[in-house]
């Protein structure tokens, strides 16, 4: 998770998608203007930012992919979206769920730019009362802790909701980012990780954090772009750079290179990248960038676009799932094949 925000990193985010530009101000007026801090009600799809049974960001499509699109409803797709609750000047822990203005903003940056990549398939994705991004760094732990918990108890709710509902023992396939990803290892722990459910999961994307060696019993990581029942992960910087607390890790977190999906440390050449959905969400990208996997991260290589060369961030956090969108996609079709086979 970064920890700091500077000028290189906020030039990152307008160029890759929306969520750290005011661009969903316009949108707070569809939301509710209720200030009661209430527990989620997922029989209420308002508590569902994606939901098959309504139209939202996430059924967004760009232009370039709409030949052709179809949504296969045998399979099912939960999605668990990264902190949108960042305000500095924000002093409460826990996002309220009726809050306008951080729904607008999780709708449309995250639910857009991040979920609408698995919308080939039945797409869900909760609403929670999600941490905010100072519990990663707080000295305050028991209070961090506190916060996670609470966000995961509506993740876990939902998932409970969704499964007895929804599922109908239809395949499933995870996937998250960030503070999502904090709460989808918990879940798969829980729900799938040597339990009946695991033979109903397709595969698990777990992005933008680190996944330890032992994290589960029973699940594995995927070493191929074919394997089932098994998972993926990365978090993204660029070639020659491991921050602090990567190098404090000694290279015992889990990467999949979302190029070659393997885990082994061969460059991948960005011509192998089908395509990235940056700040223009019609317009795909071609080759933006190579990768290769470091000592538990991912290593990119320089931008292949315009403007490239400005940016000077190492941390691409923000990126993770942008970078690789036609790949994440292409990948999802292979693998709902090989398990229905």
């Known amino acids: 998770m970064f920890r700091t925000v500077n000028r290189s990193l906020y030039f990152l985010c307008l160029l890759f998608f929306a969520g750290c530009a005011p661009r969903y101000s316009q949108y707070i007026s569809q939301y509710s203007t209720t200030t009661t801090d209430t527990v989620p009600d997922y029989s209420n799809l308002y508590y569902w930012a994606a939901h098959p049974w309504k139209k939202d960001p996430s059924d967004s499509v760009p232009m370039p992919l709409r030949t052709g699109y179809s949504v296969d409803s045998s399979v099912d797709v939960f999605f668990i979206y990264p902190t949108t609750f960042t305000d500095s000047k924000e002093t409460r822990w ?3 769920i ?4 951080i729904n607008a903003k999780t709708d449309y940056s995250p639910i857009l730019y991040q979920a609408s990549a698995f919308n080939e398939f039945r797409l869900f994705s909760p609403r929670y009362r999600q941490a905010h991004v100072r519990a990663y760094f707080s000295s305050d732990t028991a209070r961090a802790t506190e916060a996670f918990d609470i966000a995961y108890e509506d993740v876990k709710t939902a998932f409970q909701y969704y499964l007895e509902h929804y599922n109908h023992g239809r395949p499933i396939i995870i996937a998250s980012h960030s503070q999502g990803s904090t709460h989808a290892e918990r879940l ?5 990780d040597g339990k009946p459910l695991q033979k109903q999961l397709v595969v698990a994307y777990i992005m933008g954090m680190y996944i330890s060696t032992n994290e589960f019993s029973s699940l594995k990581m995927c070493t191929d772009s074919l394997q089932t029942g098994c ?30 999906w393997k885990t082994t440390r061969e460059y991948a050449d960005h011509s192998m990248n089908s395509g990235s959905v940056l700040l223009k969400f019609n ?10 996997v470091h000592d538990g991260v991912l290593w990119i290589g320089r931008l292949h676009l315009p403007g490239g060369f400005l940016i000077r961030t ?18 999802l079709r292979t693998r709902v094949a090989h398990f229905h086979h």
């Open 188 to 192: 798969l722990k829980e729900f799938f």
């Open 314 to 331: 190492k941390n691409f956090h923000i990126g993770d799932v942008n970078l690789f969108y036609l790949n994440i996609r292409e990948n």
């Open 94 to 96: 826990n996002a309220g």
């Open 98 to 101: 009726n809050d306008a203005a």
């Open 231 to 260: 998972f993926c992960g990365w978090r993204t910087y660029k070639k020659d750079y491991e921050p602090d607390f990567v190098v404090k890790e000694a290279g015992t977190g889990l990467v999949t290179n979302p190029l070659t």
């Open 283 to 292: 317009k795909i990208r071609k080759y933006v960038t190579g990768a290769k």
